[in-house]
């Protein structure tokens, strides 16, 4: 294999490849997300989700895609909805997908653009890494029928052929298709307008899987910047890497964050589900909550079973009234301080 595309897991099979794309088949959603992990390792890019079509008119997809690829002008949703929402079209050939010599139907379609692209909506702000790269990432969900393939030099006629054999036995209900997912990604060589080295990693975002383990542990009450690096580090070594997939480099953020990078996913952690950054404000919201939801039973559902010998309150006939109503074989007390604080302000009035 070539060095260039060295990092290639072994469940991708290559149909076509040139100095700034490479293209190739998966059989499942599982080796897809080992193929796009494995080009997120190598290209040191992160590309993020900027179209996908779903159950829509297939000549809608492939004329969208192709504005895409030559000019790319964005055609607009309204544009897309004069179209006329027929059947979904079979194809021989569609733009960008290669290694197909039977008649096909594009289930769905999903375009991923590199992080360095086009902003979506032109915020007139400076401080911004976009710089508009046109390297996209292309995911096509396809369903092939296999039996009514033919040789790559066959005639219109015989393609003719099978094809109206296809629309029969469609009709027919016995027609058999196979899902097959075919990804286009873009090589070192299609970025443009900003470089791509070993440098590029220090500037990418924490990975999804280790944000989440830090969530897990911070609400388990472990808030340790330190311990959490080192927890991280041995998560990456342990479950991330695997045989298939190429090791993620170690100037690469996205697996190996800064402590810096930690610390504020700790207190991301911490702050979510907040209402304020002031805890009275918090308590408050949550005591509005718990009146809506159940005002008199919140304390005895959180521990069904838990059944207090005895209760010390202040001389509020509201407390006194709730936990009568929810623990009524209960012992009440009233705090001395309380009795005498209120003996007190009785006697000065």
């Not at 099979?13 to 040139?18: D, K, N």
């Not at 690096?229 to 996205?254: G, W």
């Amino acid at each position: 294999m070539d060095e260039n595309i060295s990092w290639l897991p072994s469940s991708f099979h290559v149909t076509e490849s040139t100095a700034s794309y490479i293209s190739g088949w998966v059989s499942d959603e599982k080796d897809l997300g080992f193929v796009l992990e494995a080009h997120r390792r190598s290209s040191l890019c992160t590309f993020v989700t900027w179209l996908d079509f779903h159950l829509f008119n297939s000549s809608i997809i492939v004329l969208y895609e192709a504005t895409l690829l030559k000019d790319r002008r964005v055609a607009t949703w309204n544009d897309i909805k004069k179209k006329k929402k027929s059947e979904r079209r079979l194809l021989w050939k569609c733009d960008g997908v290669s290694g197909v010599n039977c008649p096909f139907v594009v289930d769905r379609s999903v375009v991923y653009c590199c992080q360095y692209g086009k902003p979506r909506k032109q915020s007139g702000t400076k401080n911004t890494k976009k710089v508009d790269c046109v390297a996209k990432l292309f995911v096509r969900y396809i369903s092939r029928y296999d039996d009514y393939a033919v040789t790559a030099d066959a005639s219109r006629i015989m393609k003719q052929n099978k094809m109206d054999m296809l629309h029969d036995c469609i009709r027919k209900g016995n027609a058999k298709k196979t899902k097959a997912i075919h990804i286009k990604m873009p090589l070192q060589e299609a970025h443009t307008n900003h470089t791509v080295s070993l440098e590029s990693g220090f500037s990418r975002s924490m990975h999804s899987k280790l944000r989440d383990l830090i969530i897990q542990h911070v609400q388990m009450g472990v808030t340790s910047v330190p311990y959490l690096r080192r927890l991280l580090r041995s998560y990456v070594q342990k479950e991330i890497n695997d045989s298939n997939i190429i090791n993620p480099c170690e100037t690469d953020r996205s697996y190996f964050p800064t402590t810096r990078d930690i610390y504020n996913s700790v207190h991301a952690a911490l702050v979510t589900g907040r209402y304020s950054q002031f805890d009275q404000e918090n308590l408050l919201q949550k005591i509005e909550e718990w009146k809506k939801q159940n005002p008199e039973n919140i304390i005895k559902q959180w521990n069904p079973k838990w059944s207090p010998k005895y209760f010390m309150m202040d001389y509020s006939d509201q407390e006194y009234q709730a936990i009568h109503h929810t623990f009524p074989d209960t012992a009440k007390y009233l705090c001395y301080f309380h009795v005498e604080q209120s003996w007190m302000r009785w006697t000065r009035q």
